[in-house]
């Protein structure tokens, strides 16, 4: 009973902008963080940007003061805006959501979404 679907990715020249969003259908868990990852060819997956619920946003330290995350509670909906891009910003991003049903966890990501930045 949970999907989380991405959207946004696409082409762009660098110092140009994408806005990436994920809408997770949850209709028995609770959300309690929404994060965008990242993954490049022959890389780690990594953390860009996480969004819990009752604190702080964080950031990776390659991407602040250019990216940002934001959570629509009324469309449930985690966007990630993304301005002056770099061409070392290229890779599959992907949507994350750690859910609660009571004491019960459990993470979900979405399928993933590609983000191309060159010239």
């Known amino acids: 009973q949970v999907d989380l679907v991405e959207s946004g990715g696409g082409l762009v020249q660098p110092g140009g902008s994408l806005r990436l969003s994920c809408v997770a259908s949850?209709?028995?868990?609770?959300?309690?963080?929404m994060a965008w990852y990242r993954q490049a060819p022959g890389k780690e997956r990594e953390l860009v940007a996480a969004?819990?619920?009752?604190?702080?946003?964080h950031y990776a330290d390659s991407v602040k003061g250019r990216f940002t995350i934001h959570r629509d509670s009324a469309k449930n909906t985690v966007y990630l805006q993304m301005n002056s891009l770099k061409p070392e910003d290229t890779a599959v991003y992907f949507c994350?959501?750690?859910?609660?049903?009571?004491?019960?966890?459990?993470?979900?990501w979405g399928q993933g979404t590609q983000v191309t930045v060159g010239s």
């Open positions: 994350y959501a750690d859910l609660r049903l009571g004491s019960i966890l459990a993470d979900y």
């Open positions: 949850v209709r028995v868990f609770s959300i309690n963080t």
């Open positions: 969004a819990p619920n009752g604190a702080l946003t």
